[in-house]
């Protein structure tokens, strides 16, 4: 069975950082797409940043120059690094692994359990 186990949320002022971490276990063969979502209440989950197994990466227009997504393909993690961070930055942020883990069937997306980001004085 597959597990996304995502850490690094918390709490933090206007203009600070925090880092975001998500790895995946189990039964993977290979991890295509890696990716971050946000979503608030009453609104749309919204794509903050994706990252493909060549490295590259997109960003929301909201976000882009502020944060950053790396991965790690031997430890089958995905990183946001989040600087500058503004109060409409606060969300439930989730990431994505697109992969298979089994032979000769197409990779499907997992989700991580989200974790609270809050940025506010």
């Known amino acids: 069975q597959v597990r996304l186990v995502e850490s690094g949320g918390g709490l933090v002022q206007p203009g600070g950082s925090l880092r975001l971490s998500c790895v995946a276990s189990?039964?993977?063969?290979?991890?295509?797409?890696m990716g971050w979502y946000r979503q608030v209440p009453g609104k749309q989950r919204e794509l903050v940043a994706g990252?493909?197994?060549?490295?590259?990466?997109n960003y929301a227009d909201s976000v882009k120059g502020r944060f950053t997504i790396s991965r790690d393909n031997a430890k089958n993690t995905v990183y946001l690094q989040m600087n500058s961070l503004k109060p409409e930055d606060t969300a439930v942020y989730y990431c994505?692994?697109?992969?298979?883990?089994?032979?000769?069937?197409?990779?499907?997306?997992?989700w991580g359990q989200g974790t609270q980001v809050t940025v506010s004085s």
């Open positions: 189990g039964n993977i063969i290979g991890i295509n797409v």
């Open positions: 990252i493909t197994v060549g490295g590259r990466t």
């Open positions: 994505l692994h697109n992969l298979r883990s089994r032979i000769g069937l197409p990779p499907v997306d997992y």
